[in-house]
C-alpha cells in the first residue's frame, strides 16, 4: 500500500470524483479570498458604482429616498410593482407613465417636487409628455424607462452570495463510489 497516496485504493471512477470535489472546494476557497479582498464583491459591485444610461442628452439619476414620496404624489405604477401588484413580464407601463418616470429620474428631486407643489400631479404629468414623450425618438425612451427600471433593480439587488462562480448548466450531482477493494484499513479496533 501507497502510504504516500491518499487516494490509494480507489477505483478510477471514485478517484475521479474526490479530485473534481477538491478542485472545486479549491476554485470555492480562491473565490471566497478574491471576495473578503474586494469591498465591493458580488451582488454590491454595481450597487454604488454602475454608469446609468443616457439618452438625448438626458441621464437617468441614482434612486433616492425622496422619490418614494414622489412616486406617491404622482401615483406611478413603479410602486405597483414593487409592490409585486404587476406581472413580471414585459414592461407594465403605458407610453405616458414611462413618459413620467422618464421626466422624474432625468432631473433632480427639487424641480419634480417643486413642479408639483406648483401645478399637481395632472400638469407634471402633462409637462412630462411634452417633454418627453413628444420630443424624445422611440428607442431613445425605450432606453431610458429601462435604465429607470434597472436603476429600481440595481437599489434593491444589494444581496450578496460569495462562492465559486456557477458553471454553465448547472452543478453536478455527486454520489459516492463502488466500495474499495480491498477496504481500507481505518486504524480502529474494527479494521
Known amino acids: 500500500m501507497d502510504f504516500d497516496d491518499p487516494l490509494a485504493g480507489l477505483s478510477p471512477e471514485s478517484r475521479e470524483i474526490v479530485m473534481r470535489q477538491a478542485r472545486a472546494l479549491r476554485s470555492e476557497g480562491k473565490a471566497q479570498r478574491e471576495a473578503n479582498a474586494d469591498p465591493l464583491p458580488g451582488a454590491l459591485d454595481g450597487v454604488f458604482g454602475a454608469a446609468m444610461a443616457s439618452a438625448a442628452g438626458l441621464q437617468v439619476r441614482r434612486l433616492v429616498h425622496f422619490d418614494f414620496v414622489l412616486l406617491k404624489r404622482m401615483g406611478s405604477p413603479l410602486l405597483e410593482q414593487l409592490a409585486g401588484k404587476r406581472g413580471k413580464k414585459g414592461t407594465p407601463f403605458t407610453d405616458e407613465q414611462g413618459y413620467e418616470m422618464i421626466w422624474q429620474f432625468t432631473r433632480p428631486c427639487e424641480e419634480v417636487e417643486a413642479c408639483l407643489a406648483k401645478h399637481g400631479a395632472a ?25 429607470v427600471e434597472q436603476e429600481f433593480e440595481r437599489s434593491f439587488s444589494s444581496w450578496i452570495k460569495h462562492g465559486a462562480p456557477e458553471k454553465e448548466g448547472g452543478g453536478e450531482t455527486v454520489f459516492t463510489g463502488p466500495a474499495m477493494k480491498p477496504a481500507p484499513k481505518t486504524g480502529s479496533g474494527g479494521g
Open 123 to 147: 400638469e407634471c404629468r402633462l409637462i412630462a409628455k411634452r417633454e418627453i414623450g413628444m420630443k424624445l425618438g422611440p428607442m431613445e425612451a425605450i432606453i431610458l424607462v429601462k435604465s
